[in-house]
């Protein structure tokens, strides 16, 4: 299996948390970039975070910068995204996906295109 696989979404009030994981089963990790990109019904798919999993190298959107983290555990090869304070326009269906040219630290930038290997999503519901 190439693809990701995400877990860890679920339904939370407003102004709670939760983490979602990403396991990367190609033998890349420590050479690629990990992100979360996440699309809400009838909105275009946006990236959230994103990580060079060989450096510190990591990327945020505008709209989760400083309530958003994202890291790694190399032993499990998995990518961890701890959503903090979380507001109803965080719905969406979260997808992590891979780049194995790991160019989000070579251009240093969070672009979808960037990124090859995309897992089936999760989904994150936030009610008020």
């Known amino acids: 299996q190439e693809q990701p696989v995400e877990s860890g979404g679920g339904s939370v009030q407003a102004g709670g948390s939760l983490r979602l994981s990403c396991k990367v089963s190609?033998?890349?990790?420590?050479?690629?970039?990990v992100g979360w990109f996440r699309q809400a019904p009838g909105k275009a798919r946006e990236g959230v975070a994103a990580?060079?999993?060989?450096?510190?190298?990591?990327f945020y959107g505008d709209s989760v910068a400083g309530r958003f983290t994202i890291s790694q555990d190399n032993a499990e090869r998995t990518v961890y995204l701890q959503m903090n304070k979380l507001k109803p326009e965080d719905t969406a269906m979260y997808y992590c996906?891979?780049?194995?040219?790991?160019?989000?630290?070579?251009?240093?930038?969070?672009?979808?295109?960037?990124?090859?290997?995309w897992g089936q999503g999760t989904q994150v519901t936030v009610s008020s």
């Open positions: 190609r033998n890349t990790f420590g050479y690629n970039c």
């Open positions: 996906a891979e780049d194995p040219s790991r160019r989000c630290a070579v251009y240093n930038r969070l672009e979808e295109r960037d990124f090859r290997y």
């Open positions: 990580t060079y999993t060989g450096g510190r190298s990591t």
